[in-house]
């Protein structure tokens, strides 16, 4: 099946750029690249690639420009492949779109896992599927979780916080997403009920919320769920 997926790669270092494409290549992806963003925008509306992988420090324009213009005319899954480490700069390519950011330097299994996981979310709606991790399990057609086969109660909005995370298994949605989506976009900017459903949502499903398995934060950006499990492997 990884022969049928096309990947357009923006990336102005042309090691990294050969290197990445050299990974791709040998797990039978079909890899175009691009070197500049203009290059790379007239690629994407050409090719219309199943996966982008779009640096930020390109020649010609900021890759956050790329992404917005991206963005405009297409939900192509989009993964952040950058040496910007500032959570700033991981909040702003997120909230602006992309479905992912990788930090450079990265290994090659944390690449494809990357991969794998956004065509995983480009390919119908998570949510008609149960969730299963470890020894959780959401159905979302019942609305039943259980840990352990035992069912746990939770309330609307943590039901809603859990399953959102669950749906998007996998993929770091940032604070302001995820409170747009449960709250309503006019919320405001303070996260305190956001942390406060997550705790409890935490001291419910964790055996330890201090070291959580299921549910994990990224500082200063969001959170990210543990990958389901009963999604099928791309």
Partial sequence: MNKKINILVIEDDKNICSYITTILSANSYHVTAALTGKE???LAASLCPDVILLDLGLPDMDGCEVLHQLRVWNRMPIIVVSARVLEADKVAALDMGADDYITKPFSNAELMARIRTS???????PQDRIYKALDLEINFEKRIITLNHRQIHLTQVEYQL????AGNSGRVLTYRYI????WGPYIDNN????????????????????QPQYVFTEIGVGYRMLENEYESTL
């Fill in 40 to 42: 790379g925008l007239s």
């Fill in 191 to 210: 996260n305190q009920i956001l942390r406060v459903n997550m705790a409890n949502i935490r001291r419910k499903i964790e055996k330890n919320p201090a």
């Fill in 179 to 182: 409170m747009s989506t449960i």
């Fill in 162 to 165: 859990l399953s959102l995370l």
């Fill in 119 to 125: 065509l995983r979310h480009s390919h119908g709606n």
